[in-house]
């Protein structure tokens, strides 16, 4: 019954959310690992004129849709298996070497350094694993787990500080007691 608890994503029960995450272990593997043509872009095939996100969207939502029929024990265990393939495929790439684009990080359209996308995917799976925690009244994941995540959240803010509004010499503090603290100063570039 856990499975089909609601969550804060409105359209979404806890199995939504791990459908999710398993459609974005697929799309990544295939195009990532294997080259293959990017989910959004087949997507867009049938869906002319959308912009990136309602893509993105629409993508998700049809593969959340699609998948809802496949039971919970074969939900886990292919989640063990994309899980434990993307981990070796982000363990074994050059964090340097340039990938698709990570907007996250304020390079919309250009391509990102592979430890960009790898932040970015760890973010979202962590947020993710706390939306699940919480509709299950669930405790926390330690700081352990909450360290990297904030290290990559305040990387892009830093990245998007131009959009935010900020102008050369403006700075912005950011504090997570028990954590960290960090000053951001918007250069002239």
Not at 97 to 105: D, I, S, T
Not at 132 to 161: C, E, K
Request: hydrophobic share 40%; glycine share 8%.
């Amino acid at each position: 019954s856990e499975w089909e608890q609601p969550t804060e994503c409105p359209a979404w029960t806890v199995k939504g959310i791990a459908l999710h995450i398993l459609g974005d272990d697929v799309s990544l593997l295939s195009r990532q690992r294997d080259s293959a043509t990017p989910s959004v872009f087949v997507y867009a095939q049938s869906h002319p004129g959308l912009t990136f996100r309602e893509l993105l969207d629409g993508f998700n939502e049809q593969w959340v849709e699609a998948a809802r029929f496949m039971s919970t024990r074969l939900v886990i265990e292919l989640l063990r298996c994309t899980g434990e393939w993307t981990e070796a495929f982000y363990s074994a790439v050059d964090l340097d070497e340039l990938n698709e684009p990570v907007g996250f990080f304020g390079a919309p359209g250009r391509p990102s350094p592979y430890w960009q996308v790898i932040a970015r995917e760890y973010v979202e799976r962590w947020l993710h694993q706390h939306q699940i925690r919480r509709a299950l009244g669930r405790p926390n994941l330690d700081v352990a787990y909450l360290a990297p995540a904030a290290a990559a959240g305040i990387r892009g803010v830093a990245g998007n500080l131009p959009d935010l509004g900020a102008s050369a010499g403006n700075t912005i503090g950011f504090e997570i007691p028990g954590l960290g603290s960090w000053l951001l100063t918007r250069a002239d570039n």
